[in-house]
């Protein structure tokens, strides 16, 4: 088992960033696939993006939407996954959440996802 804790939610102004923060403790972290989703009101959630670590190396896949903006990086050794948010839209606006996966592959469904956070609000003013 594997627990997730998000930070670094908050208001902004289009154009702004903001870095998020996902700390996780429990079995070893290297051993997930980790990944970043994110929910608005009335919608599904969505895949926002991954990092997996095969052999040492990383790799990131992202959505559209988000490519060029958004950089998810992982800290094995401080057991967390940061997403650095820039060029913020209002369409950003959502909770955002972690999930770690025993796939130890890039994900981007979240059922194929085993355990998630309990979200951190991003809020983008136009």
């Known amino acids: 088992q594997i627990q997730l804790v998000e930070s670094g939610g908050g208001l902004v102004q289009a154009g702004g960033s903001l870095r998020l923060s996902c700390t996780a403790s429990?079995?070893?972290?290297?051993?997930?696939?980790m990944g970043w989703f994110r929910q608005a009101p009335g919608q599904d959630r969505e895949f926002v993006a991954a990092?997996?670590?095969?052999?040492?190396?990383?790799?990131?896949y992202y959505a559209d939407f988000v490519k060029g903006r958004f950089t998810i990086s992982r800290d094995n050794a401080k057991n967390a996954v940061y997403l650095q948010m820039n060029s913020l839209k209002p369409e950003d606006t959502a909770v955002y959440y972690c999930?770690?996966?025993?796939?130890?592959?890039?994900?981007?469904?979240?059922?194929?996802?085993?355990?998630w956070g309990q979200g951190t609000q991003v809020t983008v003013s136009s």
């Open positions: 429990g079995r070893t972290f290297s051993n997930y696939a």
């Open positions: 990092i997996s670590w095969p052999g040492g190396y990383s790799n990131t």
């Open positions: 999930a770690a996966t025993i796939l130890m592959t890039i994900a981007t469904m979240p059922s194929d996802y085993d355990y």
